[in-house]
């Protein structure tokens, strides 16, 4: 059944480019009546790929097909839990009732034992640190596997394949034993975030309301925070009641029916990309082109490779070409390299804030329950300030220009509140200054994503994500917490650490601030204008058609 919805999905495209191919010799060597019909005849095809075309889903209604349960919203949805479990996984890591704390001894001798993972591993802050970006390993390494395998396999049973791989991984993680087990499951844990970062995003806004698109994406990213602070919370709850162990085996649980479900979704087709089965769509210009009995001349791509290198020799050489062409037009777009550089420096804070902060809370405040008020204030402020940033931007008119300026007004006002927070000594003026602050700061999320999203042609997105995601863990949250870590075990002050922590924030404002005098262009917007043109040409009788038609009223 697949095969046939991406044989039907190559055929539009096929049957426009035979009618151009026709209609171009037929005008050199002066068609006779007989040749001149059938180019008439071919040019019927295009109302049909329209048809076809619409019915797939790829133009402005989106890529859901009519007969697909996955409508917009439940597509939408299913994203939004994946990643929101995902990222409660984050926050069970670094709760202290399961990441815990070592054992210490006083100067007498006496030594109490430590408690959760650190204290039954008996880890260093900087070991403590690495679990929290060991995740980062599987991702580096699946994300360029699942990015090629995209265009031969329905992309959705890889999202089961690597949500499969994330569930045995959770279930490792609790069934770990020292320092290097569960170091391991941790990065396998990378594979399911892997599996669905690249496509999760393109296709929410491919399927979303033109007016919406934003507060859509802010949707999606809204769980971002809300998952950590689940997590904090979940994992607070569970390590104190019962085992850190526990805390793990429950994420596997509810994250095995979506594994089942990426291996029965129907699947679906991103704007900007061709179907599979190249093959099927060159046998369907070939046997268009012998029905109209018109030589055309020979596509060099299509032509077998002249050392005799196998096809599939072939198709893996140009995959890897159109890899890193694709590579290199990123990295020359400087509205996206700017954009990045921003998201890395803002998510080596949020990093270092999601996995410290319940113990940097609990040691500065002496707070009863550091993980069920860093829980409560991420929940509120990521859910507000998430969908704040979607609507604020909406309201003010997507571009890329505003988007820079939402993004550096909201970060440097924030990043203010979070550093005054940090200095204060009472612990209610810490929790209200501390609140606005992410209020104001996860109002980028939305933002931020819709640059990478529109600053790129379509078909670059699904690598526009990826790239972004690598890029702001490998160079943000993965060295920040280690870091960190390393940090409070030299200058021993969390305040200290917080505050120097915090004026990265700065940082990140700064580099979104000169994002706001680029020239930039939406290229997303500007290929469907362009789409829309050779939409409106086909719909065009050719001008052979509407001769015939009448000379055929005169006749009659």
């Known amino acids: 059944m697949e095969e046939e919805e991406a044989s039907s999905s190559t055929k539009p495209t096929a049957a426009l480019k035979s009618v151009e191919t026709s209609a171009a010799t037929a005008a050199a060597s002066e068609p006779s009546s007989s040749q001149a019909a059938e180019v008439a005849e071919a040019s019927v095809v295009v109302p049909v790929s329209e048809k076809q075309e619409e019915e797939m889903g790829r133009r402005s209604g989106g890529p859901v097909t009519e007969g697909s349960w996955f409508t917009p919203k439940r597509l939408l949805l299913m994203f939004c839990v994946i990643n929101m479990l995902n990222y409660v996984d984050r926050g069970v890591i670094a709760s202290n009732g399961v990441n815990g704390s070592r054992g210490t001894c006083t100067e007498s001798g006496v030594c109490t034992g430590g408690e959760g993972i650190q204290g039954e591993f008996k880890l260093s802050n900087f070991e403590d640190g690495v679990l929290s970006s060991a995740f980062m390993v599987g991702l580096l390494i699946a994300s360029p596997i699942f990015a090629s395998l995209a265009k031969s396999y329905n992309p959705f049973r890889l999202i089961g394949v690597g949500l499969s791989v994330w569930t045995v991984a959770a279930l490792g993680c609790g069934s770990s034993f020292n320092f290097w087990s569960i170091a391991i499951c941790r990065m396998l844990v990378g594979v399911g975030e892997a599996s669905f970062i690249s496509l999760a995003a393109p296709f929410i806004d491919d399927n979303a309301p033109v007016a919406k698109k934003t507060a859509w994406l802010a949707m999606f990213y809204m769980c971002i925070p809300t998952g950590i602070a689940l997590g904090y919370v979940y994992g607070g709850v569970v390590g104190s009641n019962m085992n850190w162990r526990w805390a793990f085996w429950g994420e596997a649980l509810l994250m095995l029916p979506f594994a089942v479900l990426g291996f029965v979704m129907k699947p679906l087709q991103l704007k900007g990309f061709a179907p599979s089965g190249s093959s099927k769509a060159l046998k369907a210009v070939e046997t268009v082109n012998e029905s109209n009995d018109l030589e055309a001349p020979e596509d060099p791509v299509l032509v077998r490779d002249a050392g005799g290198r196998s096809k599939d020799a072939v198709e893996r050489s140009n995959a890897f ?227 015939g038609g009448h000379r055929t009223d005169e006749t009659s």
């Open 321 to 547: 070409t159109r890899f890193c062409g694709d590579f290199k037009q990123l990295l020359v777009e400087k509205v996206y390299v700017v954009n990045v550089l921003g998201y890395i420096a803002y998510n080596f804070v949020i990093g270092a804030y999601s996995y410290w902060g319940p113990k940097a809370g609990y040691n500065i405040y002496h707070m009863a329950s550091a993980d069920m008020t860093f829980g409560g204030i991420t929940i509120v402020c990521g859910i507000l300030g998430t969908l704040a940033g979607g609507y604020a931007l909406d309201r003010m008119v997507a571009t890329l220009s505003n988007a820079f300026k939402l993004l550096a007004g909201a970060t440097f006002f924030g990043a203010i509140f979070c550093f005054t927070a940090f200095c204060m000594k009472n612990l209610y003026a810490f929790i209200v200054l501390f609140a606005v602050g992410e209020l104001l700061v996860f109002a980028t999320q939305a933002p931020v994503n819709y640059v990478c999203l529109h600053c790129v042609k379509p078909s670059l997105r699904p690598l526009s994500m990826a790239m972004s995601t690598v890029s702001i863990h490998i160079f943000g949250d993965v060295p920040s917490s280690p870091l960190v870590g390393v940090l409070q075990d030299h200058i021993k002050n969390w305040r200290h650490t917080a505050l120097i922590l915090t004026t990265v924030f700065f940082l990140a404002a700064g580099i979104w601030f000169v994002g706001i005098f680029f020239n930039s262009v939406d290229r997303y917007a500007e290929e469907a204008e362009a789409q829309s043109v050779i939409e409106n040409k086909a719909n065009t009788k050719p001008l052979l058609e509407r001769e």
